[in-house]
């Protein structure tokens, strides 16, 4: 089975459809969608409504923006921008869209045998993975060889020999317009395609991945968009203006 992999659209139209556009080049079967539709950016019913329409072609599980954008979680530990986003986004959604939020699952979920799906870590869908050892809590957590997960907005690979008798982690960043990972036995991988809508690697550009199980490779991506674009919509809707800035650098 060949996976397209996306993460954090976060109401960013312009960047969505610059992936699917490109896409539209490669082979996949199934999306596979790690949360955070929607927060931040000023389309979440376009977005939205195109992630009700994928069915039962996609998985897809909540983020914490998805959380507090239907009015699930309160956000009250948010910083004032992504509030002011959440509230803005809340009063904005169709009733539709706002019930296919709260609808979303809950992380983590098994894909395959050999893979698995969370939003921040398995143990929790907040938490942030950002070094080996929170690699290695994330790996207690599932048993499957390979896990996908966003929440950081980083494309990053924290690789777990279990070959050698002490835990090792190997941490790698995804850099460049096309990378290719290969799968090997007696390794496991935890893997971050990046955000589709708001990276936050100092590149701009839209990230996303595939990866095929029959061949256990992972294919990652970037693709330029009108950040331009997507910040003007972004200071028309009445949003912080910082919300949009941050896109023209991939901060």
Known sequence: M???????????WEALSAVLNHVRRKKFEKILFLGDA???????????????????????IRGNHDRVCSGIDSGEYFNRYA???ARWT???????????????????????DQVAICHGAPHDEDAY?????????AFQDMP???????????????????????????VRLLAGERQRLSMEEGRRYLINPGSVGQPRDRDPRAAYGIYDSQTRRFYHYRVAYSTSEAR????????????????LHGV
Not at 129 to 137: E, I, Q, T, Y
């Open 90 to 112: 809340a009063d904005h959604l169709e009733d539709r869209n706002r019930k296919a939020l709260q609808e979303l699952p809950e992380g983590p979920v098994a894909i395959e």
């Open 2 to 12: 060949r996976y397209l992999i996306l993460s954090d659209i976060h109401a960013n």
């Open 38 to 60: 929607v927060g931040y950016g000023a389309s979440p019913n376009a977005v939205m409504d195109w992630l009700r329409s994928i069915g039962s072609s996609g998985t897809s």
């Open 144 to 170: 499957q060889q390979v896990i996908f997960f966003g929440h950081t907005h980083v494309p990053s690979v924290f690789i777990l020999d279990q070959r050698e008798s002490i835990p090792d982690i190997e």
């Open 83 to 85: 509030l002011q986003a």
């Open 232 to 247: 003007r919509r972004i200071v028309r809707a009445g949003l912080p203006p910082m919300l949009g800035d941050r896109l």
């Open 129 to 137: 993975v950002f070094s080996g050892n929170d690699a290695l809590l």
